[in-house]
Each structure stands twice: as structure tokens, then as C-alpha cells.
């Protein structure tokens, strides 16, 4: 039986009462995107239509899911709302604190050493307040949130990026900050502007070397990194039910290298199959009772133009493999132009490393078709020649490689097989020679390939791709090698082809796992004690942020104008600084220490106004609040990119920023700006971005008249006398207003005022 199917059932059951009326109110045919916001209003049956990208609404999510990276703030700000016991199912996912260096038990032994604190910390919180925990080693978040929770028309949102991983089987899942996870566990409504829809209409049917990954490797060239901002991604056609459930996830999940809101796919054959196998048959079969109102409706898919607000058709009969990088999951590439791409931009054409698995991309389909690969090498009489890594989504899919023989295959080739955890994907591994910063070329069936990401290096290129087409580059060691028209020249001296990869969509015999890993909480955790000490350098109680004054804010300096592209791996970089993610005061040394700096092109290197010399971002940051002078951020495009880590505003709250300004925002990180009582402001002219000088003093002229729809007037003094006066834009509601007044979102929550 599946976790929480009462649960479940209650929504099916809610769905066709909910969707009809909403149908009616709307006046139209509904997309499945459509049919699943409107079944999960807070305040139930629909009574008006919304506007796309216009309207804020309240939401009742289903479930919660937090990784352990980003779970310890999320449950340490969940430990002030007050409340003896989370609202709606939630889970806790150990899987970002293993590192990657020598092999799976290895790895895993020396986590559970290195980070036993944290991890007792999130199974006895956890067990207090009803939290289903994932032990260290039971698998990636994504993947286990799929083989055990996710469901056909289900509303999820969780503390990564990634959870969209779950549109594979039919859910609206996002990824929020851990201050909207507190609001959801708390029995609060979440809120989100009702998103655009854009529509991918799949044809054909793929075959021989296209893998589902090079679908989103397409639309992510099509609509670049930021494209899908402020929309969810619904994917149909003929390609879209051919397709396996997993490799469905696989398209939802890096979704989010779009800046999509979400993406998700119609209740199908493939979903049913999938859910059979995972031993939910009875989510199925519920499924099964309302399968219409789990996919869009007819006329939707017939003329999608007159629905979405934006359509995007592949062909997937014609779709090409695709390698998509360096140092953007949007530059995409066919196989068939990468050699000469790679020559024309001098990247190196041998291949160190090949990665294949991590939530994206680690289902029993993918490793048995990269597994048909690896035979190959021993049946031509080849050799690999770059270095070859697998890392399995959960235990679940490790034990049932390892029984079909997978393993073993890979192991024969010289592989190395990673710990059930993020690893190289979130830059957890431990890459021997990384410190030597030596230009070079990875392959890996990740999602994110942003300097750095990997192994620290940042002159490591790195170019994302199909699991099969990844062990394909890996075997032959060269970015310029087309497998698809290539030959390779083995051991004997012969010219051999790879064949093409084949696998099975699930285990003939089933999946099979000894200890998933998994932690019943307590019926009644009122006597779990929850102990973090004061002299801890892994966690930190909160403190409540301060309220605002009440006064405009004067005399702030500039702490940095961040440059060009500046993701949440440059505000708050991961790597080995995820130890701290318990501890604001540690970890927000590594704020914005990433980030390029517009006056001299350095990183971590800007100018403190008070004593005229150049030191680190948080130690100048640290400077002004010691001083008592409030502090503002500068930055470009698509400000916050990539993965949904708070700590890159919680840690300009804790150093005394009071605002980001810039030329736009990732969703999520604009989201967790305000939730933090941070000012989270766009220019209303682009070009006023270029006023900004390094010795810039600013005065906000009209913040104490902050309010919905009205631009704020920021003043820039410069050094030299002369000002400009510009005017930034916000989209702040009048609750989000609140939370800036309060401080923080989480105060009005502690406060009973939410």
C-alpha cells in the first residue's frame, strides 16, 4: 500500500466536483496544469477565474519534501512556528552530505561520521513533529519522492529546486524556500502567482540514441534559462505517452534549468505501469477512476495555441542527441555539431570524466541502457578512455542493478560506483587534482553545469548529456566522437561501431531493496528532545530578524554590483560549504563570494567605503553591520538562478543587505528575498544598472509609502557630489509587505499573525 493514500484519495475524490466548476467558471477547456491549481485552492471550490502571471493565489499543497542540506534551516525555523506536529505529510531526504571520493561504502561510512550531528539532528526533529526521514544512503530526494510518493494530479512542493522531478508522474511539484515549506507544515496556506502555461506538443516517437534527456536539452536551448520564468511546462502528444514515467521525470526535472515554475505530464499507461512496479497499485487504481481529470482535455491538446500561452512542437522521430554546455544547461548542441563547436571554441576535446545517474537521471531505464553500453566495450574488444562514474538515484535502484547484474557490468569497464546521493551533481566530490584548476572537459548526466558546479575548478568545462550518450563519450574520450556515425578503434586494431543502447523501462523481476532506508516518525513526539549545542559549528537556533523601522533607509553603501550571470551557486556557493547549512553566522561566509564584481571583474574582492581598501564580500558585509550601515546588492539578469537554497537571502538578511536590486529575478529566489524581509527590487529602466558606481552612497526617498503597485525612488549619491535618482520596480502584495514590515515571514507565523 502507498504512504498517505487516504490522503491521496480525498483528492481524487475532490477533483471532478472542483475541475467541473472551474471549467464552468472559466468558461473554456482546461490544461491538466489548470485542473490541478484549481483543485488545490485553500479555500476549495473555485469561485473565480485567475490571471495568468497576474493574480497571487493561496494554495493547499498536499505534501512536503526537504533534503538534508536544506532541511536543517527549513526545521529550524519550523521549531519557532509553534506547533507540535506538521500539518501535511512531509519527508526529510539525506542526500547532500555525501561526498564523492572513493566508493559508495566508503563515501557513505565517512558521512555518517563526518556528519553525524547534523543527521541525529534531522531524525529526532523529524521524529518529534511526524516527519517521515530518509536515512543517509536510502537515495536521492527526487528519485525516492518518485518510487514512493509522488501521484497523477497531486500538489508538492519541496526545499530543492528539483522537486519537479515529480511532474514525471502527473503532479504540479515545486521547489520554494524553507520559509514557504514552514508555511505549508504549519497548516498555512502557500502562495504563488498563477503561473503562464506553456505547451510542448510531442510527436513521433524516439528511438536508437535519443534519450528523453535530449528533449528538455532542446527546450532548454529553445527557451534559454530564464524562458520559462513565472510558467509550468506542460508536455502532451503522441511523444509524450510513448515515453516511460521515469523518463518523463527526467524532463520535469531539469525543467528548472528553464526557470520554470514546474513542468508536467498527463496520467497515462506509462504512469500506471510505473506505479504498479513501485508497489502502489492501489494509487493506480484510484487514478484509474478519474484518469480524464488527470490529463488536459481534449479540445487543449487539439488546438493548444488557443490555451497556452506559448507552444513549442518536437519531433521526437527527428530530435537529435544533444550535449548541452559549457558553463549553461542552455547552450545546446546536436552530437552532429559538437565536434566542429568544440574546435571552433578551443574546448578540449579529450574527456576526463564521464558521470552518469543523480536525480536527473538514475532510473533502472537509464542505467540498463548505459549498462548496454559497457558490455559493448568487452564484446568489440575495447577499452574506456576517460574515467567512468555511476551514481544510483536510490537504494532502491542500487539493489536491483547490482541483482541484474549491472554493476558488475560496469565495474568490468572500471567504473566506480558512487554513494545513493547527489555527489559530483551538487559539487560533492572530492575530485582528485580539482585543486589544480587545469583546464579540462567532463561529461555528466546532470542537470546544472555552471563553473565550479562539479569539483571547485573553474576551468573545468562541463557538458550535459543522455546517460547513454554520456558512457558512449566516456568510452571513446573524446568530445568529438558522434556515436551515431563514428567508429572506434579497439584493442585489435579494428574499426568497431558502438550499437545503439537498449534496456528495459522497468525490472523484468521487479524491484527488490533489503532496507530502503526509511524512518517511521513517532506517534506521539512530545517527548522527543531535539539538543543543539551552543558551541556547535554545524548548527545555529535562530534568531528572530528585526522588524522594520518604519523609515526610509539612508545612508546604505553598495556592496557589490554582481556582473553577468550570478546563481545561487554564487550567492551561496555548495561544495564543502554544505557542512554549514544549520549554521547562518558560518555559512554566510560564503555569501556572494562567487559573484563577479563589476568594477574590477574579481571575485570576492570589493571595496569597503569605510576604510577605502578591497577585502572579501561577507567581511566587508560584516564591516557595514558592525558600523551600523545598512547594505544593497546590484545585479544583472536572472538574478538567484538555479537551486532553491534560502541560505542566498538568508544570508544578506543576516549581514545587514536590505535590498537586491537587479535587472530581474529566478522566481524562487525573489520568493525567498521576501519571505526573509529583504527588499526584493527590479530597475524599472535596465540601463540604469550602469548609474550604479562603487562608491555609490543610497537613500530610499519614498519606502516609508511602500505599497502594492507603486515603484520605489532610490537615490544614488556618487562619490564625486553628483546623484542619479532612479525608479525600481517591485511585485510585492500587500501580505508580502507584511512580511517586510515584520521582518520576516516566519515572524508573523511565530507571532500567531500569519
Not at 535618482?725 to 502584495?733: F, R, S
Request: negative net charge; glycine residues 10%.
Amino acid at each position: 500500500m502507498a504512504f498517505d493514500i487516504e490522503m491521496i484519495k480525498k483528492v481524487y475524490d475532490n477533483m471532478p466536483g472542483r475541475v467541473d466548476k472551474a471549467r464552468e467558471i472559466v468558461g473554456r477547456p482546461l490544461t491538466l496544469t489548470e485542473k490541478i491549481l484549481y483543485n488545490h485552492l485553500w479555500d476549495g471550490n473555485p469561485t473565480k477565474a485567475f490571471g495568468r502571471g497576474v493574480d497571487y493565489v493561496d494554495f493547499a499543497p498536499d505534501r512536503v519534501a526537504c533534503q538534508d542540506a536544506t532541511a536543517q534551516m527549513a526545521l529550524l525555523q519550523f521549531m519557532h512556528a509553534g506547533k507540535s506536529k506538521v500539518a501535511v505529510p512531509t519527508t526529510v531526504h539525506c542526500d547532500h552530505l555525501i561526498q564523492a571520493k572513493v566508493d559508495a561504502a566508503t563515501d557513505l561510512a565517512r558521512a555518517k561520521t563526518q556528519s553525524n550531528e547534523v543527521f541525529d539532528f534531522l531524525s529526532s526533529v523529524s521524529n518529534k513533529y511526524g516527519i517521515g526521514f530518509w536515512k543517509p544512503g536510502a537515495g536521492i530526494i527526487h528519485q525516492v519522492v518518485l518510487e514512493n510518493y509522488a501521484f497523477p494530479g497531486g500538489m508538492m512542493i519541496g526545499t530543492d529546486s528539483h522537486t519537479v522531478n515529480a511532474g514525471g508522474l502527473g503532479m504540479v511539484a515545486i521547489g520554494v524556500g524553507g520559509a514557504d515549506a514552514v508555511d505549508v507544515m504549519s497548516g498555512m496556506a502557500w502562495e504563488l502567482k498563477f503561473p503562464k502555461l506553456i505547451g510542448v506538443k510531442l510527436t513521433g516517437k524516439l528511438s536508437g540514441w535519443t534519450a528523453p534527456k535530449d528533449v528538455i536539452l532542446k527546450v532548454a536551448g529553445i527557451l534559454t534559462v530564464k524562458g520559462g520564468t513565472g510558467a509550468i511546462v506542460e508536455y502532451f502528444g503522441e511523444g509524450a505517452t510513448s515515453m516511460s514515467c521515469t523518463g518523463k521525470g527526467t524532463i520535469c526535472n531539469m525543467g528548472a534549468e528553464i526557470g520554470a515554475t514546474t513542468s508536467t505530464f498527463g496520467y497515462d499507461d506509462s504512469m500506471s505501469r510505473y506505479l504498479r512496479s513501485t508497489n502502489r497499485a492501489d494509487v493506480a487504481d484510484a487514478a484509474d477512476k478519474v484518469a480524464s481529470y488527470l490529463t488536459g482535455d481534449p479540445e487543449v491538446y487539439a488546438n493548444p495555441e488557443q490555451y497556452f500561452d506559448q507552444v513549442i512542437e518536437i519531433n521526437l522521430t527527428e530530435l537529435e542527441p544533444h550535449l548541452n554546455g559549457p558553463f549553461t544547461p542552455d547552450l545546446a548542441t546536436p552530437i552532429s555539431k559538437m565536434k566542429e563547436a568544440a574546435i571552433k571554441n578551443n574546448w578540449p576535446l579529450q574527456i576526463q570524466v564521464g558521470l552518469i545517474g543523480s536525480c536527473t537521471n538514475s532510473s533502472y531505464e537509464d542505467i540498463a541502457r548505459a549498462a548496454s553500453l559497457a558490455r559493448q566495450v568487452s564484446a568489440k574488444n575495447l577499452k574506456t578512455k576517460s574515467q567512468f562514474t555511476i551514481t544510483p538515484g536510490s537504494e532502491v535502484v542500487r539493489y536491483t542493478i547490482e541483482r541484474d547484474g549491472f554493476i558488475d557490468t560496469f565495474e568490468k569497464i572500471g567504473a566506480t560506483v558512487f554513494a545513493n546521493a547527489c555527489g559530483p551533481c551538487i559539487g560533492m566530490w572530492d575530485r582528485e587534482g580539482a585543486e589544480k584548476e587545469e583546464r579540462n572537459t567532463i561529461v555528466h548526466s546532470f542537470n546544472r553545469n555552471f563553473s565550479k558546479r562539479a569539483d571547485g575548478n573553474p576551468n573545468t568545462l562541463a557538458f550535459v548529456g543522455s546517460p547513454e550518450l554520456v558512457t558512449a563519450m566516456a568510452i571513446a574520450g573524446d568530445l568529438g566522437f558522434n556515436p551515431l556515425t563514428d567508429t572506434l578503434i579497439n584493442e585489435d586494431g579494428e574499426e568497431v561501431m558502438l550499437e545503439a543502447p537498449t534496456g528495459d523501462e522497468l525490472p523484468p523481476r521487479g524491484f527488490d531493496v533489503k532496507d530502503p532506508g526509511f524512518q517511521v516518525p513517532a506517534e506521539d513526539g512530545s517527548g522527543v528532545q531535539v539538543v543543539v549545542s551552543p558551541t556547535s559549528e554545524r548548527l545555529q537556533l535562530l534568531a528572530p530578524f528585526d522588524p522594520w523601522d518604519g523609515k526610509n533607509i539612508t545612508g546604505a553603501k553598495l556592496l557589490i554590483k554582481a556582473f553577468g550571470k550570478c546563481t545561487t551557486d554564487h550567492i551561496s556557493m555548495a561544495g564543502p560549504w554544505l557542512r554549514f547549512r544549520g549554521h547562518l553566522d558560518n555559512i554566510s561566509n560564503n555569501m556572494l563570494i562567487g559573484a563577479v564584481n563589476a568594477f574590477n571583474q574579481k571575485t570576492n574582492s570589493v571595496k569597503n567605503q569605510l576604510t577605502g581598501t578591497y577585502d572579501a564580500v561577507p567581511a566587508v558585509a560584516r564591516a557595514y553591520k558592525a558600523a551600523g550601515v545598512p547594505s544593497i546588492v546590484v545585479g544583472d539578469h536572472n538574478y538567484g538562478e538555479g537551486s532553491s537554497r534560502e541560505h542566498a537571502a538568508m544570508e544578506p538578511r543576516f549581514l545587514g543587505v536590505k535590498a537586491v536590486l537587479v535587472k530581474s529575478f529566478a522566481r524562487i529566489h525573489e520568493t525567498n528575498l521576501k519571505k526573509q524581509g529583504l527588499l526584493g527590487l527590479t530597475f524599472a529602466n535596465e540601463a540604469d544598472y550602469d548609474k550604479i558606481q562603487e562608491d555609490d552612497t543610497i537613500n530610499f526617498v519614498d519606502l516609508v509609502d511602500f505599497a502594492p503597485g507603486k515603484p520605489l525612488t532610490i537615490e544614488f549619491v556618487h562619490a564625486n557630489g553628483t546623484k542619479d535618482i532612479i525608479l525600481a520596480n517591485h511585485t510585492y502584495n500587500a501580505g508580502q509587505i507584511g512580511w517586510f514590515v515584520a521582518g520576516s515571514a516566519l515572524n508573523l507565523i511565530a507571532a500567531g499573525k500569519a
